[in-house]
């Protein structure tokens, strides 16, 4: 659960913990820091009032508790001098090194950013961006800005309403996630329940009180299972270690709004409470298992041992869940001291393994590590961060490239996208309009793929000539990025929608004149149930809108738009041919509309045209009878003639 108030830390606290894994020459170093940063701050306040120095003492107490090496943690001491005291880089440097000086500007160089981006629409990809190169360079600059953020959540009650919600959504989207995949499960933890505490205060607040509810004593409840249980245990002779804790309230969110989406029950989630057994070896992980699944029942189903099947390599741990002690279920968690200290701190524990003999390292958490490792050789033997690049995307954000605008501009896209898409993503109009790509200054096709660095030039077309249709062909990989595609397809929507809307507006004024309806084609918006006239048009073109259908409508309102009493006369001229006459007198018999007077006009080159007097009260018969008359075989116009 997050604790909302302020535990100040004082320099002794952070020497006396330091000194439980580092030599005597870094606790030197480590006073030499608290000493200048100290001095560095002493006119700053806190917005709680509290010194400023007691803000880098938290993150450099985190980083302890991580184990982290003395360069991190001077640099946590230092993380705010450069922004905030006007220090400059050469003046750390000359008194702490390059290493610490490095990781002093990479720290300073994310929150810069931060800052710059607050008013932006989507300040998290922005930071995600600065924080993949900044892993780039050391990912200790990423475990200190965390940890930082750890601190700065733990503190967050007195900023302004507006910037808790801003800082804790972006807590939420992307240090969270960020501490998810270095394993730091410990933190991921804390920054969610933090930031869930602000974003989503009454969710938060129910949870609560429903596990308060739940066991009115439930840190009493806790602690009586902890002594029980190590009792138990240590009665069959296992060293033990055992925690209780409430689950995590952002975690029981989450299986609150699973619960609800397979239609369960919230109360049906019973373990809210979980206990962590700690043991020597693996073998007494199981011993103890037996031990707690002899003295209480096993709830069946609820059992994993991620001890024989790790799920995430980095994660060993048996669970299940039992009916305990007060007959209500239990989540319990055993595993040894070595399992649950990587659980904890994930990434953060290769510091405290780093001069140890390599064979006592577990294989499992030795193959997690491997890209952290690969990422601390290369920065150490060469230069070439492509590759290095290369790799960590795919753990850390798969398959995106990033690559750079003319102007140095950094841009991250999906692996696998094209000059295209780089275009599209600088402007939607610059994608429409890309005409030729030069990548590092020399031409390239607009389907060459992206890769890690490259300089992306776009030339723009003068013509106003939109894409190709063939960039929608997914096979001639134009496009590589769906947001890109989705766009183009939107172009030809729209250029269709154009087409459709003149193809309409045709017809209907086609319509309207040989109907001899002398009104505005607006009038026609509302009664064929459209917002605006481009929609009504645009259907009629699409073919939504059936012509039968337009005429049935005209005809249905014969009084409004036609004027006349249950009288038309209409002058159908087609190629006179045999038959002709007794197709017409066919359709007319059997459409219900009376014809009152024919007479026909025969014209010297083959056609003749015949003008009828028809009479009735149904518009629809009148439509259906026009719209039929219209598709006879040989006739060339259909229209309405005033009588003569
Ligand atoms: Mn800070």
């Not at 009665?235 to 689950?247: F, H, T, Y």
């Not at 290095?388 to 954000?397: G, T, V």
């Not at 063939?470 to 766009?487: D, M, R």
């Not at 059936?546 to 409508?553: A, E, G, L, P």
Request: one cysteine or more; proline letters at 3%.
């Amino acid at each position: 659960m997050p604790t909302k108030e302020e535990i100040i830390i004082k320099p002794s606290d952070l020497v006396k913990k330091a000194s439980t894994y580092l030599d005597a020459s870094e606790i030197l170093q480590l006073k030499e820091t608290i000493k200048f940063s100290t001095n560095a701050h002493k006119k700053q306040k806190r917005l709680s009032g509290v010194d400023y120095i007691t803000h880098p003492l938290a993150v450099a107490f985190l980083l302890t508790e991580l184990k982290m090496d003395i360069q991190a943690i001077q640099a946590s001491l230092l993380h705010d001098t450069l922004e905030d005291c006007g220090i400059k880089p050469n003046e750390i440097e000359s008194l702490f090194g390059s290493e610490v000086t490095s990781l002093v500007e990479s720290v300073t160089k994310i929150t810069a950013i931060e800052l710059t981006n607050m008013n932006e629409i989507t300040p998290e990809s922005e930071t995600m961006k600065k924080m993949f190169l900044a892993m780039a360079e050391d990912v200790r600059v990423v475990i200190i800005k965390i940890a930082d953020r750890l601190h700065n959540m733990q503190t967050l009650q007195f900023l302004s309403k507006k910037r808790q919600i801003e800082i804790s959504k972006e807590t939420m989207e992307v240090f969270a996630p960020l501490a998810d995949r270095l394993g730091m499960w410990q933190y991921k933890w804390q920054l969610e329940d933090l930031a869930f505490s602000y974003l989503e205060p009454n969710i938060y607040n129910q949870i609560d009180s429903m596990i308060a509810a739940s066991h009115p004593n439930h840190l009493g409840y806790i602690e009586k299972i902890v002594g029980v249980i190590e009792e138990e245990l240590k009665s069959n002779k296992i060293d033990v270690e055992a925690q209780g804790r409430v689950k995590h309230i952002y975690s029981i969110y989450k299986k609150m709004q699973r619960y609800a989406n397979e239609g369960k029950k919230i109360s049906e989630i019973y373990d809210l409470f979980a206990i962590r057994i700690i043991v020597n070896s693996i073998q007494d992980c199981y011993l103890s298992l037996g031990v707690i699944h002899q003295a209480w029942r096993p709830i069946p189903g609820a059992f994993d041992d991620y001890i024989a099947n790790s799920k995430d390599s980095l994660y060993q741990s048996i669970h299940t869940t039992v009916i305990g002690p007060d007959n209500k279920p239990l989540e319990v968690q055993i595993r040894t001291g070595d399992m649950h200290e990587r659980a904890e701190i994930g990434v953060a524990a290769h510091w405290k393994y780093k001069d140890q003999n390599i064979d006592n390292i577990d294989p499992r958490f030795e193959k997690r590590l491997v890209w952290l490792r690969s990422i601390l050789e290369r920065q150490i033997e060469s230069t070439d961060t492509d590759e290095f690049i290369e790799s960590l995307k795919h753990d850390l954000f798969q398959d995106q490239v990033f690559v750079y605008t003319p102007n140095s501009d950094l841009k991250m896209l999906p692996s696998g996208s094209t000059p295209v898409d780089f275009a599209f993503s600088v402007h939607t109009d610059l994608g429409f309009y890309c005409k030729e790509a030069k990548v590092n200054g020399s031409p390239v096709s607009l389907k060459y793929p992206l890769q890690n660095g490259d300089i992306v030039e776009i030339l723009r077309s003068n013509k106003k000539i939109g894409p190709p249709r063939e960039w929608l062909n997914e096979s001639a990989g134009f496009l590589g990025a769906n947001s890109s595609k989705q766009k183009v397809k939107q172009w030809f929507r729209k250029l269709e929608k154009e087409h459709n809307i003149n193809k309409g507006k045709e017809f209907l004024s086609r319509e309207l004149s040989r109907l001899k309806i002398n009104r505005r084609p607006k009038g026609f918006t509302n009664l064929m149930g459209f917002n605006n006239l481009n929609d009504l048009y645009a259907a009629i073109g699409y073919g939504d809108v059936s012509n039968k259908k337009i005429v049935q409508k005209i005809f249905e309102n014969t009084n409004e738009f036609l004027s006349l009493n249950n009288a038309i006369r209409i002058k159908l001229t087609a190629i006179d041919r045999v038959g002709l006459l007794r197709d017409i007198t066919t359709v007319i018999s059997s459409s219900g509309v009376n014809m009152i007077e024919v007479s026909t006009d025969e014209h010297n080159d083959n056609k003749v045209s015949i003008f009828m007097t028809l009479e009735t009260n149904s518009g629809k018969e009148f439509a259906n009878l026009f719209y039929d008359l219209d598709v006879i075989n040989d006739v060339i116009t259909l229209e309405r003639v005033s009588r003569t």
